[in-house]
T-cell receptor, first 113, second 112 residues
Framework: ETGVTQTPRHLVMGMTNKKSLKCEQHLGHNAMYWYKQSAKKPLELMFVYSLEERVENNSVPSRFSPECPNSSHLFLHLHTLQPEDSALYLC???WGTGSNEQFFGPGTRLTVL | QKEVEQDPGPLSVPEGAIVSLNCTYSNSAFQYFMWYRQYSRKGPELLMYTYSSGNKEDGRFTAQVDKSSKYISLFIRDSQPSDSATYLCAMSASTGANNLFFGTGTRLTVIP
């Protein structure tokens, strides 16, 4: 995909590890999102950045720490995760305020041992 | 009560069948309705976007919204094996909203 890319695509980590997920959007959008997708659950919105400022933090545990250095890049720093954090983490981006359409990346499949 | 309810399936149909996928919702403020398609090992991609009640057609796909019943549907005509994917409904109360409310997704398999 050239629209929204995510790395790594797969990640296995222990509970004491520190790792980071990376998202990059090539669409010129100005809002970026992190979602968690677990089996048989709706997508859970974790963080929203608009114009590089965090505008939403939906009661996400502090072991997840987002970073948005510019409008094209978004990171999710992971520290001392729990097995229940295993899921598909999706990044999305959107342009402006006139549309609800969010463009998703392929996701990072995270497994916490 | 969940904001959006969607039957997770799985749903298996023969090639050429008409598929009906549905979501119900509880918030009468929702006005913008979306259907996303998610192939295995991919992120969701927007398939259909509708505002308020009514129908919208795009090729083999028709999105239908009935706000009085708080019910939305996606119909796929002449289904193809390439339609095999998980279909997610999503909705919001305003345009440009950061918070989209998603269903759990329905997994569809079209058998050749």
């Amino acid at each position: 995909e050239t629209g929204v890319t995510q790395t790594p695509r797969h990640l296995v980590m222990g509970m004491t590890n520190k790792k980071s997920l990376k998202c990059e959007q090539h669409l010129g959008h100005n809002a970026m999102y992190w979602y968690k997708q677990s089996a048989k659950k709706p997508l859970e919105l974790m963080f929203v950045y608009s114009l590089e400022e965090r505008v939403e933090n939906n009661s996400v545990p502090s072991r997840f720490s987002p970073e948005c250095p510019n409008s094209s890049h978004l990171f999710l720093h992971l520290h001392t995760l729990q097995p229940e954090d295993s899921a598909l983490y999706l990044c999305a981006s959107r342009w402006g305020t006139g549309s609800n359409e969010q463009f998703f990346g392929p996701g990072t499949r995270l497994t916490v041992l | 009560q969940k904001e959006v309810e969607q039957d997770p399936g799985p749903l298996s149909v023969p090639e050429g069948a008409i598929v009906s996928l549905n979501c119900t919702y509880s918030n009468s403020a929702f006005q913008y309705f979306m259907w996303y398609r998610q192939y295995s090992r991919k992120g969701p991609e927007l398939l259909m976007y509708t505002y308020s009640s009514g129908n919208k057609e795009d090729g083999r796909f028709t999105a239908q919204v009935d706000k009085s019943s708080k019910y939305i549907s996606l119909f796929i005509r002449d289904s193809q094996p390439s339609d095999s994917a998980t279909y997610l409904c999503a909705m919001s109360a305003s345009t440009g909203a950061n918070n989209l409310f998603f269903g759990t997704g329905t997994r569809l398999t079209v058998i050749p």
